[in-house]
């Protein structure tokens, strides 16, 4: 079993132990998407590359596209498949295979969210989202940055390493559970506490505020997903825009975006 399968198998664990439906809230699909409205949706053909259990799927097909398609290398799709299924949208694939070699007729637009930074060749992975996108199509990706996360980096990660190779309910419930009830408290404090200057000076402040407004369940989510996955990268600004310089892309179409204090959103058109 390659790099990839196994961190798609992973977070197949993880994906395929929640309940039905999204786990993410409209808000934080469109929060996900932005810039890409609904208007840029309707009536187009999309692909999602790491579709997981279909979280943003089930989401996406209220704002009325032509078709979708999901793909994601891990036996999450079952969940996906099942997922779609309880929406009232029918001209949808769910598809198990390996995002980075993915061939399609190519899509209107093309979206990969929280996966490139997993792969053990994230560069890859993006070439496969523009190789699948039509000329004139749109691209949208979501990753972890490196900027902002140096304590997720030297507290975090070490543990991720040795915490993906156990099994997934003891991440889960001995880890990620608890680490993520501290930060739970961690964060609703920040929330609470910034109107003070010195609070914006935390770390992780800008992160902390936008995930200070979920539940508990959604810290133990957050955290687990951090933990199980044997593999996770931090990239940096340079690296995307090393990336957005490809000349199959249309160089007055990229943007980047800083999400958060700690990911990047970036893309643009193909040419």
């Known amino acids: ?54 979280s943003l799927l089930v989401h996406l097909v209220a704002w009325q596209p032509s078709q979708v398609t999901g793909v ?5 799709t079952s969940s996906a498949e099942a997922n779609m299924r309880t929406t009232a949208f029918e001209n949808y694939r769910i598809i198990q295979a390996d995002l980075t070699t993915f061939s399609s007729n190519r899509f209107d637009i093309v979206c990969c969210i929280g996966v490139l930074h997993h792969l053990s060749d994230p560069r890859k992975g993006f070439e496969s989202v523009i190789a699948n996108a039509k000329p004139g199509g749109r691209f949208h990706c ?40 501290l930060y739970f408290v961690y964060a609703k404090a920040l929330r609470r506490l910034r109107s003070f200057d010195w609070a914006r000076h935390a770390p992780l402040y800008d992160y902390s505020l936008w995930i200070g407004r979920e539940r508990y369940s959604f810290f133990r989510h957050v955290a687990f997903d951090q933990l199980v996955s044997p593999r996770t990268n931090y990239i940096d600004r340079a690296t995307i825009q090393s990336w957005l310089s490809d000349p199959r892309i249309d160089p007055e179409s990229s943007y980047i975006l800083f999400r958060n204090g700690n990911s990047w959103k970036f893309g643009g058109r193909v040419r």
């Open 1 to 54: 079993m390659n790099d990839d399968k196994k961190t798609a198998e992973a977070f197949a664990t993880s994906w395929n132990h929640l309940p039905s439906g999204s786990v993410y809230r409209r808000e934080q699909f469109e929060d996900w998407l932005a810039p890409i409205t609904r208007r840029d949706v309707e009536d187009k053909s999309v692909l999602e590359l790491g579709c997981g259990n279909g």
């Open 142 to 181: 979501w990753v972890y940055a490196r900027e902002g996360n140096a304590i997720v980096i030297r507290l975090i990660d070490p543990l991720r390493k040795i915490m993906s190779r156990l099994p997934w309910w003891l991440t889960k419930y001995l880890a990620a559970a608890p680490l993520a009830l």
């Open 72 to 76: 994601d290398l891990g036996t999450s």
